[in-house]
């Protein structure tokens, strides 16, 4: 069955360039997540939709992030005026609905050089 | 602040032997823990659950203890296999927060 994807699965970035990172949810699912793990740590989380509502961007680490899921389905996480700090990989989960369990894409790694 | 801790990074076990890792917490808001397994360039695949009115749960080879007074849970593997190698992840989840917070992880070996 189709699991959560993201894409792309890498990507390079100079400093100060935007970058767009999207995840296709499982279908059905109504809560999605994002969270960032940088090396060595745990993922942390950035954001929460239930739906089309964007219900928690307390994890968000600066306004240069910035996370959409218009249609209540695919979202997209932009990151604008990349710096070096924010290389780490980017995981996508979704969920039946919040408080079930959440099941994680395979992770967009970004290199901002 | 470190509010769900992994102390171990690493763990060596043998083939066919019980692999025990630990997890601490400090949040009491904590009501739901959950074991995920991370292989390289994959993401995080969830094993098994706990909720905190229960102090064990068990799943195949897989179980899960939770000690409230002490704010610390465990997971056995028994017995461990060599595609038991992997990063496990201890996560928490408070109430009607519904995001997880995680520990660092702990690198599982299975040596044969």
């Known amino acids: 069955g189709a699991g959560v994807s993201q894409s792309p699965r890498y990507k390079v970035a100079k400093r100060g360039q935007d970058v767009a990172l999207r995840c296709d949810p499982i279908s059905g699912h109504v809560s999605l997540f994002w969270y960032q793990q940088a090396l060595g740590q745990g993922p942390e989380f950035l954001t929460y939709f239930q739906n089309e509502a964007q219900l928690d961007k307390s994890g968000l680490p600066s306004d240069r992030f910035f996370a959409e899921r218009p249609e209540g389905s695919v979202s997209t996480l932009k990151i604008q005026r990349t710096q070096q700090e924010d290389s780490a990989v980017y995981l996508c989960?979704?969920?039946?609905?919040?408080?079930?369990?959440?099941?994680f894409g395979p992770g967009t790694r970004l290199l901002v050089l | 602040d470190q509010q769900v801790k992994q102390n171990s990074p690493s763990l060596s076990v043998q083939e066919g032997r019980i692999s025990i890792l630990n997890c601490d917490y400090t949040?009491?808001?904590?009501?739901?823990f959950l074991w995920y397994k991370k292989y390289p360039a994959e993401g995080p695949t969830f094993l098994i659950s706990?909720?905190?009115?229960?102090d064990k749960n068990e799943d195949g080879r897989f179980t899960v203890f939770l000690n409230k007074s002490a704010k610390h849970l465990s997971l056995h593997i028994v017995p461990s296999q060599p595609g038991d190698s992997a990063v496990y992840f201890c996560a928490a989840e408070a109430g009607t927060a519904s995001k997880l917070t995680f520990g660092t992880g702990t690198r599982l070996q299975v040596t044969l």
């Open positions: 989960a979704s969920s039946f609905n919040k408080q079930e369990t959440q099941y």
């Open positions: 706990i909720s905190s009115i229960k």
């Open positions: 949040n009491s808001m904590f009501d739901y």
